[in-house]
């Protein structure tokens, strides 16, 4: 029911957050006096903390109340370590007076790993705890159920499971690998996260969706029995947590690499709830009324990052479901972290605080606070009458037979009613037919129905599935969808007539359940209906995933060949998109090419995925690119294909000619010839080919400076020896900008043997500080990787000693060519005073000078103390400014943010304005506290936020390259720097890839403001909501 994960400090990359450790280990923290609010009309009390738990992390109740709490010792521990020490436990607590509170605790079960997750079903519990789910029958009984699941220690790994209404229990797997072999024959194997569901046995093992997302945490369902999911980074650059609709096969985002693990059914499915960024860590739906009736069917979610719980009001849009969003608990407390929630049987909400242990997640923080305790809070309804025997204890449960059960099946407390379903369903055959007279009863209240049809699914045999067959399309929306889903879930092939007639009925969902139901089926004669529903609602994605992946599923690829000649671009888009991905849909380049073509931009893109993904169909697309481009112009849809078909094949001799002849066409438009030269900055190559020599030149020469631009990044890309006198001409003309003639320099420097007076003069005036943030930054990499003689080494020196966080340790970094004394000695000499010393890290200092003599290295030493801050020290200096954290002017603060001298905004965007290096910030307040926020502007390296850690590439020339990790290929890696552009470096050149520990943040921006100023950004930053 939980996870903790990364993102539980996620502050910035850019941006860090700090972290602690004391020597002596902090008194206990209480978590009684946590500040938490809730709405007016609502009260909060803790009702279990220490010593019954200290960090609890997930939970629930079995039917006499007893609460069961999943708990870690406080040890943040790697994956090897989890096993061999297994160092956490489940513990059961009682509330022995019967007043809410819980006041007696013992160990369930100890010896776990990192139990993830609580159910208690059929006298047993189940949890997640890597490697495995487990049943857990006592405490001595315990039995791997289905495995193996990877992790990496840091609770992005197995959440749950869940049960759904349908009785299978329902998993979720975080983007760490598995391997799993179960005994009835179900196997897989791969890396993506997915969300799982099985028998309470572990046999009729599914995959239901997955993707690229990086974590999904825990499942809730809909009264229909359908599956939402939320998960943590399911994009990023701004990084999004969401809310997923967990319809079966769909597939998500972010991580490209992830997709070939699944069918795709087009591009990846959509969020249904944008959470923002928050490390979302529990997923309920409330069922009780204690609350109120506007609260009922709500959902609810814990946030570990904004320490807060939101209330979700999830409604349906077409075949999918949209979510409006509002603030339920809120917590100005940096420790409370909340990781689960548990409806009990009376209708209040308990919040599972953790505490402050938890820090693996965060993969360069050194914030572990096990001393911050967690505990149980309980919020309920000041008005809400006291709920009398909500789970039926005084019912004689042991002594009721079918009929007793069925009459509690619309029992107004849901504990009684969940029992009760549970009960007959385990009674199998015997209650099919009582509960069929049940389900046939339309005077009978719909919640007795809907739980009859549920006991019915848990059910196996004939018997059962024919009295659910009835309520296919007669039952209302809910109970006809949880047929449907039940014919599909058990294959019912009797249903086949019936399921396909709902493929054309009006409401969306139903058709997109009919199709999921069809698919499963597998039989052929529901081709030409899954074809017909197309037609008529493919704008609906869900629904259009539906039907697409039925026709995989199926996978009956003459019938559904006869969709590529239909009139439609959208059942052509689905038949095209199913037999490419269906399991011998043999798929034809006479069918897929013309598509390329199709007047529908969907239609068009779906054919270029699939051409792309067969690169020995590039020839047969020759053609048609010559006739795009020579048309000499291209609408932005038609811009779009060139792109990705001129990436895809722009390896390839022929393409390689094409895109020289129309570089070389006067009629080509400024805009195509762009997108032409964009296109080759960005190929996989080492060395560009003979063909573009001539027009690349041409480019260099060209009026409009755009295309001068472009040109020089192709060549910085290229490193073609001819064209380093043109652009060391454009590097000395001063008419040109700036930025262009460093640009210039830069495509020329890995050419060179040694740089002239004169460009080594204009370098040096770039870094100085009335230039643009971006322009100095340039400077100093172009000078970090020139070949310098000593006479400059020295004389940067003395710029080193003006030069301000940004770029100082990009200067240092030239010094590693030398091992010169009197180099080194100059260099030590004038960082003593300079302004960007404390933002250079001890390590690129100590690499500085691994080449120089001992004396030089020993001299070295006193600036290696200077700038080798402690936690201790951090701590000392960050308490000291506390007082900052209040008042402020946020406009000011506004002005220093997007101002020259801080530069935060060439990195971080703010309301869509600034750089896209580094994460979004434009809610950065909702989810940080302010003394984060403080952390994050003085120390950015002490946490580096998963997905913007640093990377540092060596070349085998000795070059060395520091950015994010942009992206990888076979052939390459890319890397984004803090100026804004993409590095490829060959992975033949390659001689280590090693994470960085700092930020390409600066540390040290600290020194670049007053005290007023800085109290002015953070005010800033604290105005982000």
Known sequence: MSPMRWLFLPLIALLGCLAWASTEPPAPADSADRPLKVPAGFVVERVAGPPLVEHPMNGCFDEQGRLFLTESAGLNLKADDLLRQLPNSIKRLEDAHGDGSFDKAIVFADKMTFPSGALWHDGALFTTAYPSLWRLDDAHRRTAIVGMFGSTGNAADLHGPQLGPDGMLYFCDGRNGHDIQQPDGFALKGRAAAVYRCRPDGSHMERVCGGGMDNPVEVAF?????????????????????????????????????????????????????????????????????????????????????????????????????????????????????????????????????????????????????????????????????????????????????????????????????????????????????????????????????????????????????????????????????????????????????????????????????????????????????????????????????????????????????????????????????????????????????????????????????????????????????????????????????RGMLSAFGTEKDVQELIAQALRAEKTSLDLRLLLLETIAQLPLDQLPAAWTAELRRCLDSGDERIVRQAIACLRVGKVAEFTQP????????????????????????????????????????????????????????LAQAPLTSAQLQTLAHRVAEAGPLETGRLVAAFEQSGAANVGKVLLANLEHSPGLTSLSPGALRNAMRNYPVDVREAATALLKRIDVGAEEQKKHLTDLQSLLNGGDADKGRAIFFGARTVCSTCHTVKGQGGRVGPELSKISSIRAPVDLLESVIYPSATIVRGYETYIVQTKEGRAFTGLLARETADAVYLKTAERMEIRVARSAVESIAPGRQSIMPQGLEGKMNRDELRDLIAFLRSLK
């Open 727 to 782: 652009l060391l001409k454009l590097a000395a003309d001063p008419s040109r900008p700036k930025d262009l003639r460093v640009a210039a320099f830069a495509a020329a420097a890995p050419q060179l043997k040694q740089v002239e007076t004169e460009p080594f003069q204009f370098l040096c005036g770039c870094l100085s500080e009335d230039q643009p943030p971006l322009l100095r930054l340039a400077a100093a990499d172009v």
């Open 222 to 642: 809909t009264d229909a029995g359908e599956p939402l999911v939320v998960a943590n980074i399911v994009l990023n650059a701004p990084r999004h947590d969401a809310i997923l609709f967990a319809l079966e096969g769909a597939v998500y985002p972010y991580y490209e690499s992830m997709y070939p693990e699944f069918r795709m059914t087009g591009e990846p499915m959509p969020m249904t709830g944008d959470l923002g960024w928050v490390g979302v860590s529990s997923f309920i739906r409330y069922r009780g009324d204690a609350f109120g009736g506007e609260y009922q069917d709500n959902f609810f979610t814990a946030q570990f990052n904004p320490h807060r719980i939101q209330r979700h009001i999830i409604e349906r849009d077409g075949a999918g479901f949209r979510v409006r969003t509002e603030d339920f608990l809120t917590c100005d407390d940096p420790d409370f972290h909340p990781t689960d929630l548990i409806e009990d049987a009376d209708g209040s909400l308990l919040v599972i605080d953790t505490g402050g242990w938890f820090r693996i997640g965060c993969p360069a923080s050194l914030v572990a606070k096990p001393h911050v305790t967690g505990g149980v809070y309980r919020i309920c309804k000041k008005d809400a009458p006291k709920a009398d025997d909500p789970r039926g204890l005084r019912l004689a449960w042991d002594k009721m037979d079918n009929t007793d059960l069925i009459r509690l099946l619309d029992d107004s407390r849901f504990a009684v009613r969940d029992r009760a379903l549970a009960s007959l369903a385990k009674n199998g055959e015997v209650a099919v037919a009582p509960l069929a007279a049940r389900l046939a009863n339309h005077k009978t209240p719909r919640e007795g129905r809907l739980n009859a049809l549920w006991a019915l699914t848990r059910i196996d045999g004939t018997a059962a599935r024919q009295a659910i067959r009835s309520e296919l399309e007669d039952g209302g929306l809910d109970l006809s969808l949880a047929a449907i889903h039940a014919a599909g879930l058990h294959r019912d092939t009797d249903a086949l007539a019936d399921l396909i007639k709902l493929t054309s009925n009006a409401d969306l969902a139903m058709r997109r359940q009919a199709a999921t139901a069809l698919g499963r089926l597998g039989k052929t004669e529901a081709v030409p209906a899954l074809l017909a529903a197309l037609r008529e609602g493919g704008a609906d994605r869900w629904l259009e995933h539906a039907l697409i992946y039925a026709l995989i599923e199926i996978h009956a690829p003459e019938p559904t060949r006869r969709g590529l000649s239909d009139s439609s671009s959208a059942v052509q888009r689905g038949a095209l998109i199913a037999l490419d991905q269906m399991s011998g849909g043999d798929l034809k380049r006479e069918e897929a090419i013309p598509l390329l073509s199709s007047a529908d931009p969907a239609t068009a893109r779906a054919a270029f995925h699939i051409v792309k993904s067969r690169p020995d169909w590039a020839k047969q697309t020759l053609g048609l690119l010559r006739n795009w481009l020579e048309e000499g112009s291209a609408d932005a849809a038609r811009q779009e294909l060139l």
